[in-house]
């Protein structure tokens, strides 16, 4: 069995983990960080080509079942997944880990887009933890009032926002330095996007009373989900079978 795992997540290096020793299994990863994590298994890197170009890679490379472990943010090639699939008869199952839910003691704000975002930031805070990645920089650029710590993995481009810090880091984070991050930058509000998975930021936000500018996901396509690695090899074992 050949299976595309299409990845750049915790998740999806997981699964690669857990079936590498069943099936072929190709990772595919866009290509936006210069030294991924590589999983188990095969590799390929960089995009398809869009709904085609995956419609036309999947017989080709004679694949029976893709995982769609993306971020959950990576709307464009979920819909080309699903697309795609849906043209070749492929089975697709999307694999995303659940959002977050607010506790006692969050003081969550939650906004439907980036753009939302801006609009409603000033009204939170000044001295902003922004780590919804460095592609939605842009969205917050005209915000000249705010001053903006931004934690990403590889440089941002511009637009940036005037008075911005760039933080390059890649977690796993611990709530203790997270902590220290917030105080030591006086930081009065934090954004993320609703990504899900470890959440030692959204901890030391609350112990601290700092509020959270939390971005919805976008919608799923309307296909079949699992929330674990091990659900997803699960549903890889019944295929086989
Ligand atoms: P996106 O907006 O959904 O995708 C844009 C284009 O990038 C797609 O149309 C596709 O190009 C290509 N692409 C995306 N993921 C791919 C993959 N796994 N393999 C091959 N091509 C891929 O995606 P994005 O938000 O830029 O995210 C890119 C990657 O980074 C994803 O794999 C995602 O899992 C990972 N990631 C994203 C975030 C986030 O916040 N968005 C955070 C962490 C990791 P073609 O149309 O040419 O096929």
Known sequence: MRVLLLGG????????????????VITSLAGRTRDPLLPAGEVRIGGFGGVDGLAGYLPEQRIDAVVDATHPFAA??????FRACAATGVPLMILR??????????EWHRVASLPEAATVLPRLGRRVFLTTGRQG????????????????VEPPAPPVPRRLEVLLDRGPFTVAG?????????????VTKDSGGADAKLVAAR????????????PLPDAA???????????LRVLRR
């Open 9 to 24: 997540t915790t998740e999806a290096r997981r699964l690669a983990g857990m079936i590498a020793g069943e099936v072929t």
């Open 76 to 81: 464009a090639i979920s819909e080309n997944a």
């Open 97 to 106: 880990r659940p959002g977050w839910t607010a506790g006692p003691g969050d």
């Open 137 to 152: 920089l842009a969205c917050f650029a005209g915000l000249d009032e705010c001053w903006f710590l931004a934690r990403s």
């Open 178 to 190: 997270e902590r220290d991050l917030i105080t030591r930058h006086r930081l009065d509000v934090l």
């Open 207 to 218: 112990e601290l009373g700092v509020p959270v500018l939390m971005v919805d996901r976008p």
């Open 225 to 235: 989900s699992v929330s674990t690695p091990d659900a997803a090899a699960r549903w």
